[in-house]
């Protein structure tokens, strides 16, 4: 070894420091593997610069993408009982609450919100994966209840993102219940002559799609986002047949007349306050006759 290697360079980094860097100004695409810096995901909404597949979002990145300028007012939402059947796997239930809310910053998988979008009133509510895969516990049906009595208040639309595995399952029943709650919670805005408009992200799955999800008056889906009841592989196996090329996502559930549109992320809020003021004549109208 030289004097270099041992004299030289270890002065020179001693001079100079030891600069720690973050493990997290790359990201690698999912679909086609390549690697993005984060400043230029984050400009392009979380969608690859090079395939454009489009990555799972935070709640509280879909309500600052939708609504103008990034400026919207959170609702507190009700409480739900913590842990109502005092469940216990490998892990307390308790605790994958605290580590979920630890890690996302929420108090549970849904965030509600008010403000505008295209100058116009509306109530948006977005689901996060990120908090126990988007489960709907006792906690998501309060927050569908809350986001849909708020957009009766002030006579706006209602727009739920969807992003679940399903119902919760540490809650069993209780669980379950969320399912016609958040129907009853849809139907009371559709009563008040509002537009509910359902927009399916990557993935929607389980009752959720099963109940609120798919009873939107316009629905709205991602580019490739998955989307069905059951997995691929329980139907293959319920079916016997080999499931089509496609099967469950947004594309193929769009040309089979399920969906009305698939449109892509930098365009959502575009369309979202399209549809909505399409929609507010027809609401103003149907309030005045009443």
Known sequence: ???????????????????????????????????????????????????????????????????????????????????????????????????????????DAILVAHGKIGGQQAVVAAMDFEFMAGSMGAAVGEGIVAAARLAVLQSAPLIIYTASGGARMQEGAVSLMQMPRSIIAVRMVKDAGLPFISVLTDPTTGGVTASFAMLGDIQIAEPGALIGFAGARVIEQTVRETLPEGFQRAEYLHAHGIIDMVVKRAELAETLARITSLLKPAVVETMAAE
């Not at 984050?42 to 990034?70: I, P, S, Y």
């Open 1 to 107: 070894m030289s004097w270099l290697t041992e004299y030289v360079r270890p002065k020179i980094r001693t001079l100079l420091g030891r600069r720690d860097v973050p493990d997290n100004l790359w990201h690698q695409c999912p679909s086609c593997q390549q690697m993005i810096f984060h400043r230029e995901l984050e400009r392009n909404l979380k969608v690859c610069t090079h395939c454009g597949h489009h990555m799972r979002a935070k709640a509280l990145d879909r309500l600052t993408w939708t609504f103008d300028d990034g400026a919207f007012t959170r609702i507190e939402l009700p409480k739900a009982p913590a842990d109502p059947l005092r469940f216990r796997d490998s892990k307390r239930y308790t605790d994958r609450l605290r580590d979920a809310r630890d890690k996302t910053g929420n108090d």
